[in-house]
């Protein structure tokens, strides 16, 4: 018996086991290898801080925000404002790895790209100039005043990030959160939350802005209503806020009192395709890249009915948005009906002072045309003076928003409020957001936005 | 011999040389000039150089098998002296003793004639082994495979695979055919597979199971004739494994981190994911040699050397390795087939099998294409034990083909 023909076989064999290692280990450098190499566990994301002092972080004055303080072979990252900007710069640990601008501008912060002229000495990374303006930050966190929710204060015309807060918050500092990790993730009310721009939130009546931009569109702004406090059809009945009935009212007095009633007709009629159109103009359910992670607005049906139709025109059913987009909705009002890219980092530059990037504004979205945004400010600015918003008048100076208190799974409705001035120039746009807060928009979200709007004014 | 088949091992062994200068060179700038980085360097290519003029010299058959055992010492040592300097030191230190270990099996083995009727001698000397390992051994790494003799370690599971692969060739080779205590030699065999093993269960050496089942799975399949027998032990085997992992904690752990490693990164899933981190990092070309950080892999200096390879030269240096390890496997089967003797074709397949399993199994392991069970690769990884028994068994093949190559003047195996 001669053996060889078998010997043969098993050589085959032997072939297609090694073949089979080199295929894995291609498979996984192609597929897999940049998922795992980013993993915060890979302690060789680290080796570049030993020779690079990463960069600082200003708001738009100069502020320090964050910074890197060197101590031999240490690196400690400093953040002088505190929990101040734990939702919008971030944490930076060894442990837990990094989170919001730290981690997507890793590479700019640890100054990559830079040709490294000689070795074992400290180089300096890039550092970044926010569009944040670190005072009108502080005092939209203190006017926030503990509650849970999100402020967030856009420029309309170029879509720069003015104020953006979260809360609750927590210590970013990495010996903080290396200490309380456990307990920071445990709580209930979830402090890893970056609620203004991944809290995904029914809008309520904020979302009139949408509805009223869609009557006008087809026409429809001169109808009037027969408003006695309640919207029923095909066995949907929605209450107007408080059972009030207004009895016959047009759209701009339906807009500023706030009618579900009008709405929720108008949202019936059009139909699901016109509101589905609606949102998708103002961005829901499409995604915009940001400095910072950012959840997407959505509309979720498999298919819509009229009634849904009738819900999501007051920012109901299954409708849901974050705080940062809504305070989009109410720029692109007062940007003349153009919805800009928001943005947080305003300049990368060297330590030496050389800029070497700024970021240009740009429109996002074509969301309606200038007629229309200024029939919609005429609207606003109407809920302002005689409508659910008086409480945000401010003396000498022309507001205009739009209050919401929208209803979700508890008993405690959120409280909203969308708003901007000076209308004749906005220079502001605020969104305001309190969760669970029981209350409705105008007296609880309103006074907060029109402090951040006065102080901001003011300066 | 020929003109042109003088050239032919001439360049190989030229390039050898180049790599070698060139990759102890680099490491010696890039390790802050350190010296004995360029003393290790040239101990190793001494050793080579001497070696090959004896096989060249002495017309000892192949000439390649060795070229590329000591390409694969080249990246080996170089990675451990990048790793820690001592390793290379003493690494090279083994490669000496394992180079006259290599020459003195060939003198040996070429010489004797009755290596095929001394099946008791290879069961019993490796029994002995194992016992003396339960009794004197020490623990290293959760298993007990260590004996220590006046401040001198080693590795007895690495030399009984060696005689091992001599007692299946005793009986596959058809020398072995009187029954023993009545008993037909094909069961005292199987007896005394599971016997080895069974001494390797008790010493939780999962990796050496594999590499010794292996080899007697394919045994049974090239000289039995019929499936039933290979299809039996399979089949036992497979009911085996499935109750050693429903009962034995370690068996679960091994396939819990084989199969998620990402979910305990910080306990079980440590060593593979560590591993996965290096090779990750490295991607195609590597970090460059000096440039990695080796040494958050545990155990990289001897079984997860492969990753250090990989993080420093890229995925294309892992495969370039795998596919050294590929060509010798192919001359030895080219020999194994070319062997007139039984014996040396038996001997020479077992052997052949033991390099390509071992690579497979901690290859596999290390990139988490299997469950990991730690083994050491040939002569890359760090260890005495591991390079003088791998030395000694290329010495066996190359007295094989020294005899192919010399025709009958050789040594045959005398057959009753």
Aim: proline share 3%.
């Amino acid at each position: 018996m001669n053996p060889n023909k078998k010997i043969i076989r098993v050589l085959v064999v032997v072939c297609v086991m090694f073949l089979s290692l080199v295929t894995y280990l291609l498979y996984f450098n192609m597929f897999e290898a940049e998922e795992v190499a980013t993993n915060p566990y890979n302690k060789r994301q680290w080796e570049d801080e030993k020779f690079v002092k990463r960069g600082t972080i200003y708001d738009r004055d100069g502020v320090v925000l964050a910074e890197t303080e060197v101590s031999g072979d240490e690196r400690i990252r400093k953040y002088p404002q505190g929990r101040l900007y734990s939702h919008v710069i971030g944490y930076c640990s060894k442990v837990y790895g990094k989170s919001q601008l730290e981690m997507k501008y890793d590479k700019e912060l640890l100054g990559q790209g830079d040709i490294a002229i000689s070795f074992n000495e400290l180089r300096s990374g890039y550092d970044l100039t926010l569009t944040i303006d670190n005072d009108l930050q502080q005092y939209a966190y203190d006017q926030l005043n503990g509650r849970e929710g999100a402020v967030v204060a856009l420029e309309p015309t170029t879509g720069k990030v003015l104020a953006m807060v979260s809360y609750p918050d927590f210590d970013p500092s990495a010996e903080s959160l290396e200490k309380n990790w456990n307990a920071i993730v445990e709580r209930e009310d979830s402090p890893l939350l970056a609620r203004a721009t991944q809290g995904l939130y029914p809008p309520g009546s904020t979302y009139k802005i949408a509805t009223a931009a869609a009557a006008y569109e087809t026409g429809r702004i001169t109808e009037t209503f027969q408003d006695n406090g309640k919207f029923e059809r095909d066995g949907l009945s929605v209450d107007n806020y408080g059972q009030a009935a207004y009895g016959e009212i047009d759209l701009k007095r339906a807009f500023e009192v706030s009618s579900n009633y009008a709405f929720c007709t108008l949202g019936y009629e059009m139909g699901p395709e016109k509101v589905l159109e609606e949102a998708e103009r103002f961005g829901v359910g499409k995604e915009f890249g940001f400095d910072i992670p950012v959840e997407k607005s959505e509309i979720q049906y498999k298919k819509m009915t009229a009634q849904d139709a009738a819900l999501v025109s007051i920012g109901q059913g299954q409708l849901l948005m974050t705080p940062l987009h809504v305070a989009m909705m109410g720029a692109a009002v007062a940007n003349g009906g153009k919805m800009m890219q928001p943005y947080l980092v305003d300049t990368i530059s060297t330590a030496s002072g050389l800029t070497l990037s700024e970021t240009k504004p740009a429109v996002l979205y074509d969301v309606m045309d200038a007629g229309c945004a200024e029939y919609l400010d005429t609207l606003m600015q109407g809920v302002v003076a005689n409508g659910t918003g008086k409480s945000c008048q401010i003396s000498g100076i022309t507001v205009a928003g739009k209050t919401g208190t929208a209803e979700n799974e508890t008993d405690q409705d959120h409280a909203w409020f969308v708003g901007y001035a000076p209308a004749e120039n906005p220079q502001i746009a605020v969104a305001v957001l309190l969760e669970y807060d029981g209350g409705a928009g105008g007296t609880n979200a309103g006074p907060i936005a029109r402090n951040v709007i006065r102080k901001y004014l003011q300066k | 011999m020929g003109k042109f088949k003088g050239l032919n091992y001439r360049r190989p062994a030229y390039l050898l040389m180049l790599m070698n200068m060139f990759g102890f060179g680099l490491l010696f700038v890039a390790n802050s000039y350190n010296p004995n980085i360029l003393y290790v360097g040239a101990g190793l290519l001494g050793l080579f150089i001497l070696m090959y003029t004896i096989i060249v010299l002495c017309r000892m058959g192949d000439k390649f098998i060795m070229l590329m055992a000591c390409m694969l010492i080249t990246i080996g040592v170089l990675l451990l002296c990048r790793i820690k300097i001592d390793y290379g030191i003493r690494q090279i230190m083994w490669v000496a003793i394992g180079g006259a270990a290599f020459f003195t099996v060939y003198v040996v083995y070429y010489n004797i004639r009755f290596w095929n009727r001394m099946w008791f001698l290879y069961l019993a000397l490796g029994t002995g082994l194992f016992l003396a390992t339960l009794l004197f051994g020490k623990v290293v790494n959760g298993s007990k495979n260590w004996i220590s003799l006046g401040g001198f370690s080693f590795q007895p599971a690495e030399i009984t695979k060696i005689l091992f692969i001599m007692f299946l060739a005793c009986y596959y080779s058809g020398s072995w055919n009187k029954p023993f205590l009545r008993l037909k030699p094909k069961w005292v065999t199987m007896l005394g597979t599971y016997l080895f093993i069974g001494f390797l269960v008790l010493q939780r050496d999962w990796g050496t199971i594999l590499v010794l089942f292996a080899i007697y799975i394919f045994m049974i399949y090239v000289y039995e004739k019929g499936y039933g027998f290979l299809a039996g032990n399979v089949g036992v085997a497979a009911i085996v494994a499935l109750l050693g992992y429903k009962f034995l904690y370690h068996i679960q752990v091994r396939v819990s981190a084989w199969l998620d490693p990402w979910s305990d990164i910080a306990d079980k899933g440590y060593q593979i994911t560590q591993s996965l981190f290096a090779i990750a990092s490295g991607g195609y070309f590597g970090r460059g040699l000096g440039n990695g950080s080796p040494n958050y892999i545990p155990e990289v200096h001897s079984d997860f050397i492969f990753a250090a390879v990989c993080e420093e030269m890229g995925v294309f240096g892992g495969a370039a390795i795998i596919i050294l390890f590929f060509l010798i496997a192919y001359r030895c089967f080219k020999i194994s087939i070319t062997a007139q003797d039984p014996f040396d074709k038996a001997v020479c397949l077992g052997l052949t099998l033991m390099f390509a399993v071992q690579t497979f199994i901690i290859v596999g392991g290390v990139i988490k294409m299997i469950p990991l069970t730690g083994i050491t690769l040939p002569f890359v990884s760090y260890g005495g034990t591991s390079i003088v028994v791998n030395f000694a068994s290329l010495g066996i093949i190359q007295a094989i083909s020294a005899k192919e190559e010399r025709g009958t003047g050789g040594a045959g195996h005398e057959s009753k």
